[in-house]
Antibody
Framework: QVQLQESGPGLVRPSETLSLTCTLS????????WSWIRQPPGKGLEWLGQ???????SNNPSLDSRIAISIDTPKNQFSLQLSSVTAADTAVYYC????????????????WGQGILVTVSS | DIQMTQSPSSVSASVGDRVTITCRAS??????LAWYQQKPGKAPKLLIS???TLQGGVPSRFSGSGSGTDFTLTISSLQPEDFGTYYC???????FGGGTKVEIK
């Protein structure tokens, strides 16, 4: 059974860097894409970026200058760093696995972590 | 950038009703569209990929259709466990729709 678990600090100071880790169990990284998605309290979903098991990344252009995603396959982890955070970055952060559909194309998130609330506040 | 617009933003319906949610893309996206269901305090769940492919374990009362710019998610006979917020998602450049909250009357 594929399981994803986010971990990291629940409180980050403004202007600092938010760092989260997602630990994968029950599967390997190969042939899938590994994503970060967030949801501000009471609001909708925002895709942040993803990393392929080879290490290639793709980020949301609106956050591209602030975001870094990395993968550590021996540790079964991938990570998110978001720099220069503000209160607008307060959200539940989800990690998720995405598969690419050969039937019609596109990336689809089939497994998600439970999410971790990160609050940006001094 | 492609924008995804969902309507309605909320719907209240009775058990057994047919519920239809629409999603419109600002530019054609072929069939690169997913539907997710999210219940309060939980992660979203993938219901449909590639506009119309039902995921394993998802009840057959859920169906998706459309291509290009206009898509629909239909719940043929609403059940009590179908409450939650439904999001469409453009599966190649990644914007999500704003969500449709489904409530049971």
């Amino acid at each position: 059974q594929v399981q994803l678990q986010e971990s990291g600090p629940g409180l980050v100071r403004p202007s600092e860097t938010l760092s989260l880790t997602c630990t994968l169990s029950g599967a390997s990284f190969s042939t899938y894409y590994w994503s970060w998605i967030r949801q501000p309290p009471g609001k909708g979903l925002e895709w942040l970026g993803q990393i392929y098991y080879t290490g290639s990344t793709s980020n949301n252009p609106s956050l591209d200058s602030r975001i870094a995603i990395s993968i550590d396959t021996p540790k079964n982890q991938f990570s998110l760093q978001l720099s220069s955070v503000t209160a607008a970055d307060t959200a539940v952060y989800y990690c998720a696995r995405a598969f690419y559909s050969n039937n019609g194309g596109g990336f689809y998130f089939d497994y998600w972590g439970q999410g971790i609330l990160v609050t940006v506040s001094s | 950038d492609i924008q995804m617009t969902q309507s309605p933003s909320s719907v209240s319906a009775s058990v057994g009703d047919r519920v239809t949610i629409t999603c419109r893309a600002s530019h054609g996206i072929s069939t690169w569209l997913a539907w997710y269901q999210q219940k309060p305090g939980k992660a979203p769940k993938l219901l449909i990929s590639a506009a119309s492919t039902l995921q394993g374990g998802v009840p057959s009362r859920f169906s998706g259709s459309g291509s290009g710019t206009d898509f629909t998610l239909t719940i043929s006979s609403l059940q009590p466990e179908d409450f939650g917020t439904y999001y469409c998602h453009q599966a190649n450049s990644f914007p999500f729709g704003g969500g449709t909250k489904v409530e049971i009357k």
